[in-house]
Structure formats: C-alpha cells, structure tokens
C-alpha cells in the first residue's frame, strides 16, 4: 500500500508541477573551432542541444543533440560545467550546460526543418546574432565572468 501511495503521490506531482530538463554543449573540434547552430524557429546562434527525453540520461541526450543537430560525435569525454534555470522558458526549465574538447563530424550539417545553418568558428570570430545565453554561458566556460545561476 506504502509503494502505491509513494507512486501516486510522484504522478500527481509530475502532472501539476512538470518540470523540463534541457542540454547544451560548447563542442569543439580539433582545431579549437567552436560548433554552432543557427534554428529555423527561434532568432540567433545557438551551442547544439535540446530537450531531455523520458528516461534518457542527460549526458545521453547530450550525445543525440550532437548528432542530430551537426552529425557530431564526442572523441573526447563531456564535462559537465553548470546547471541553469531557464527562467525565459517557463518556471520549471532547466539547462545542463557541458563542454567537449574534441568532437568530429561525420558530415556537414545539411539545412533542414530546424537547422537552417551550422557550422564551426573560430572563438575570436564567432558570428553575429549570438544568444546572450550561448554568450554567458562561454564567458563562463573561459573563465571571463561567474557562473550564473539563470540561463
């Protein structure tokens, strides 16, 4: 009865508090070029990442936004850097920032109904219309600025 009771007790909560769970990831390649995206539904350059699945591991889906959003693949191991509230989106999102030194890429990342573009870039010529998030969030990584709780 206890069990049951615990277990209608974590639905209950689910369906009337959820909370979202979302990754990002600086993905560099072997020449210390920065991977970035640029969506077909929201405006700027975005680090590659995404929503959590059920039952998916965050580090998991970490991996399946790479490759799905630039046919990426880690060759080196994901770093978890920071955990953020991402107030913009609603009260209960959160983003798991990770970074990876060396990541390869299959092939190039073909347009299509979510990627418009993407591509590697020098840090010191990053292109225009970079988030503030993706923005701080590499401030952060390099050692520029604090971490920031908020996304």
């Known amino acids: 009865m206890q069990k049951i009771l615990v277990r ?11 909370m979202t769970l979302g990754v990002r990831v600086a ?3 072997e020449s210390g070029h920065l991977f970035l995206v640029r969506h077909t539904y929201v ?7 995404g929503g959590v699945d059920p039952g ?20 080196a191991p994901l770093r978890l850097v920071s955990l953020h509230h991402n107030a913009a989106m609603s009260r209960r999102d959160h983003v798991a920032f990770y970074a990876c030194d060396r ?5 190039s990342k073909k ?15 990053l292109p ?4 503030s998030g993706t923005k701080r969030r590499l401030d952060e990584w390099a050692g520029r600025a604090e971490p920031d709780p908020l996304w």
């Open 27 to 29: 993905a560099f390649d």
């Open 8 to 18: 209608a007790f974590h639905l209950a909560h689910l369906m009337l508090r959820p």
């Open 43 to 49: 405006r700027g350059w975005h680090l590659p990442g």
């Open 56 to 75: 998916e591991t965050i580090e998991a889906a970490a991996h399946r936004e790479l490759a799905e959003e630039g046919n990426l693949s880690a060759q």
């Open 111 to 125: 347009p299509d109904r979510e990627i418009a573009e993407a591509g590697f870039f020098p840090l010191d010529a």
């Open 128 to 131: 225009e219309g970079l988030t």
């Open 103 to 107: 990541v390869s890429q299959s092939a």
